[in-house]
């Protein structure tokens, strides 16, 4: 049998994490090398577009966690850890977070991929007073910044309008100064209300 018709069987065809019916797959829990039943699930794809950060994650849908965190597979207790950080804002998801036992080897899995690929965690553009920055914000320049190899004019006090966040780092923002996309750290902005 193959593993896809073995997880339906064993999911009674529906979703692992939501039990909704609709446009399963296969979802294979990064990060692997061999894929099996333990570390594979069969999810819908409002869980899976959420978990792989296509969609917007819906804070209420997640509530199904609720219960299938106390499943016996390893791979929906991984992805239930992991969804539930990234929504550890929520009461409900902290508190549940706290009574999801996992043991030494999967909690190390579900760490696994915290960083990089899943760099949710904590990990939020900042501006010199840690408030989050966001794509589209208006920020000041907290410095004179140096340009190299360029005469622009970036004086402290300078307003950069319209910034797009560097992605997987979260310390560097790009702008436009005087027409010029160029990269600021954010440690040397702050946001413009
Ligand atoms: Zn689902």
Do not use: F
């Amino acid at each position: 049998m193959i593993l896809e018709e073995q997880l339906l069987q064993r999911s009674e065809n529906k979703c692992e994490l939501c039990q909704s019916e609709e446009q399963l797959k296969l979802y294979e829990v990064p990060p692997q090398s061999a894929r099996n039943e333990d570390n594979c699930i069969m999810i819908c794809e409002t869980c899976a577009s959420q978990i792989e950060k296509r969609a917007e994650v819906d804070k209420n849908h997640w509530r199904c966690l609720s219960s299938s965190m106390w499943s016996e597979v390893p791979g929906v207790q991984v992805v239930a850890w992991r969804m539930l950080q990234r929504l550890s804002s929520e009461g409900w998801a902290s508190d549940n977070l706290d009574m999801l036992y996992l043991d030494d080897e999967r909690l190390a899995w579900a760490k696994a991929v915290t960083d990089d690929e899943d760099n949710v965690i904590n990990e939020m553009h900042k501006d010199a007073n840690g408030m989050q920055l966001q794509a589209g914000d208006s920020i000041v320049l907290t410095r004179s910044l140096d340009v190299k190899g360029s005469q622009l004019n970036a004086k402290m006090g300078t307003v950069v309008k319209n910034i797009r966040l560097v992605e997987n780092n979260t310390d560097q923002i790009e702008g436009k100064i005087e027409g010029q996309m160029i990269v600021i750290l954010t440690k040397y902005v702050r946001k413009q209300a």
